[in-house]
């Protein structure tokens, strides 16, 4: 069975980095497409980055776009999510996806923000709360 596990969450300062991990069983990393988002209680699931089989293309949204960097592990199974100059709000429950679904896309919103639906394997989230 396909399996995610996040890790690496916690209070974080304002302006301070985060890295978070996620390691994945049961598949093969390397042909699936990897992505990260995050979820506040009471509002949508939105997504904060999602890169491609290949790792050649990843869209970030533009609240996190300069700040956050998606790495991809294909030895060891693992990607990860590198989280520089956190906001307040940056606070949210993250959750790594993968899928093996492959789709033309030229931008955040088509590649990852809307395919939210299409990512089929799922860790069970990790808290993230930036504050002083």
């Known amino acids: 069975q396909v399996q995610l596990v996040e890790s690496g969450g916690g209070l974080v300062q304002p302006g301070r980095p985060l890295r978070l991990s996620c390691i994945t069983f049961g598949f093969t990393l390397e042909v699936f497409a990897l992505a990260w988002f995050r979820q506040v209680l009471g509002k949508a699931r939105e997504g904060v980055g999602c890169m491609n089989w290949s790792g050649s293309n990843t869209y970030y949204a533009d609240s996190v776009k300069g700040r956050f960097t998606m790495i991809r592990d294909n030895s060891n199974n693992a990607m990860y999510l590198d989280m520089d100059d956190m906001k307040p709000e940056d606070t949210a429950e993250y959750f790594c996806?993968?899928?093996?679904?492959?789709?033309?896309?030229?931008?955040?919103?088509?590649?990852?923000?809307?395919?939210?639906?299409?990512?089929?394997?799922w860790g069970r989230g990790t808290q993230v709360t930036v504050s002083s």
């Open positions: 996806a993968a899928d093996d679904l492959r789709y033309y896309c030229t931008n955040f919103v088509d590649c990852c923000d809307t395919k939210v639906f299409q990512f089929g394997s």
